[in-house]
Structure formats: C-alpha cells, structure tokens
C-alpha cells in the first residue's frame, strides 16, 4: 500500500488576527494542547510518568507506597465499606502524582512531564501571541501499516472504540513521529517546536500534533507566517515515522504504557496484601486460640484454656527478643553490670576470714 494511504497527514492552522482577539482557527493553541490534544481517556501514559521534571520518577510509586501504608493502618470493617474507600483514596494518589505526566511528547522528550507539558503548552500559546502561525496537524495511521510494523498484535480485531487502548506500542510510534518531525523541521523550517500526543479513544490510532516555527519561517504576502505544509515536507513527514519503524523492527517491543501501569498496580496490591497478612495474622492467629470467656484473657491465667495461646504469645516475644533490633541485649548489659557492681560493692565491704 502506498504510504500516503499507510500515513494520512491532514493539517490546519490557526493566525492571530489582525485585530489581536482570537485567531483564525482559535485563538488559545495552549489550552488545545492541554484540554483537547492530551485529554484524560484519550492518550495513553508512557513511564517516566512524573508531575515534575525536576523530580525522579521514583515520586509517583513513593505516593503508591504512602498509600499502600495508609491502607494498611486503616482496619477494614466487616461490610468492607473502609476498604472500598481507601482503594479509590489509592487510585486518587497516584493520579494526582502524575497529574497529565507520561501523556505527550515533544522536542527530544517522548514522555514531558506534567509541569514540561504545560511549560510546552504555554510556550505555544506565546509564540502565538507574538504572531507565529500555529499548524494543527493530525496523522492517522492505518491498521495494517501498524500490524506490519509490529505495533499492534497481528491477531487484534478491532469492533470498538478505543479497542486500541493497551494494545499499541506507544513508545515505538511516538519515536517514530518524533523522527519524521524533526526531519520535516530541518528540510523546511527555522526552529519547529511541537507537542504531540498518540490518541487511542477512537477506532484508528492518530497523533495531534500542535506546532509552530518559533524562527522567521516562510513569511507570507500578508505578512504572516506560511501555515499549510507542502507535500514536500509532508513526503518527509511520512518517510521520516517509516523509516524509524523499520529501524526499530528488531526491538520486539518497547513499551506497553497500560501493561506497565497494572504491572505496578498488581505489585503494589502485593505489596498491600502482604503487608496485612504479616500484621494482622499473628493477632487472627491468637484470637482463634482464646476461649470464648474473655475474663481468662490474661497472661497469668494458667487454665487449660489458655495453654495454646499463653505458649504462641510466649514464643512471639521469645522470638522478637532474639532480633538484632530487640532491646533485650541492652537490658542485659545494664542488668548484668548492675549485678556485678553491686557483688564487687558487697566483696570490699565483707570482713576478711581467713
């Protein structure tokens, strides 16, 4: 199939107007960029997945594991009502640990950070302002050019809208499209900057991309920058993404964004399941073995009842006063150099007999 079918490129742009309100196809590129291009549902999230580009990615599981810590210290009722809640409480902070993070790419970065995507948002939107021509391009890639590719599987049948979604290797593509921009960039333009984001919501898989020449660029009779793209650099566009693909064909597969976020959703309910196993166990463990009169639940209680559970509860602080962290050795010292004063005290006092 030919590649201008495989790869179709369909571009607009939007022009300041001359009277300084709006432009000619909207007026606000950075909120497009942030409320439609990277839209929650939409895209799909490629790690590092970060609010902060100053920050390790590490953050966004450091919240996983505060709220696994939070889930644990929390008991659970017996309708599991506490432990609904806290499960979505789990959910909401590692969402608000990435905010839009891992969502977009850009200019040598296939994963902008929360606070990179709007910098790159509002980088667009001033360029606009200074009277930049914005282009709004989407490039929409056919089914059997992605099965080809090895970006989907080969037996993936899509019925439904965003059938696409957890199947499409995001990373492969987004690299892709970020070596056919940059080769369009260098063939016709001054300094294209762009932010483009890998929608999946619907049944094809497309990239918007939002871009401008932030350079002189080609300066149009009215004075404007040129805001359709040639077939020239739109040919360069598509060669460039195939190229790329071809080169990565030998790289099974470089990223799954869905697979990898259950991937660390699973281990950290692992995590969760273990950590109120190892707590909460021991006391189920003895609460089994205690009679069922609660007046003959203490220590010194030395009935046939109380036998197992005085033996197991004897055993757990026999074995927690072993541990390198117990107190134990310490009381020993100063018991032990207690003694041996107060015998060396008792020894020089104590008349000679010979």
Known sequence: MALDRSIVIVNEYTIKN???????????????????????????????????????YITRYMARDNAVEALVSTPAVDDGSDYVADSYALYDDVESAAGMGGMAFANGDVSLSDSELHKRADEIQDLFDEGKTVF??????????LKENGLIPEDLDIKHRGDYRGNLDQLKLRRAIMSGVERMGRMGYDDLRYVGVIQVDTKHVHCHLAMTDA????IMPDGTQRGKISPKMLNHLRRGVDASLDIQQQVRSMSSAVGYERRNVAQYMRKWAYLTMSKESTPQFILSMLPEDKNKWRAGNNSRDMRRANKVVRSLVEDRLQRKDSPLPQV???????????????????????
């Not at 942030?34 to 999230?45: F, G, I, P, S």
């Open 18 to 56: 001359s009277s300084g309100s709006g432009g000619s196809r909207g007026g606000t590129p950075g909120a497009y960029v942030t409320r439609y291009m990277a839209r929650d549902l939409a895209t799909e999230q490629v790690a590092p997945i970060i609010k902060n580009s100053a920050q390790a």
């Open 136 to 145: 709004k391009t989407v490039i929409s890639f056919e089914h059997d050019y």
């Open 215 to 218: 350079g002189v660029g080609t």
């Open 332 to 354: 020993m010292r100063e018991i032990n150099n207690y003694a041996t004063i107060n015998r060396d005290s008792i020894c020089m006092n104590r008349p000679h007999v010979p």
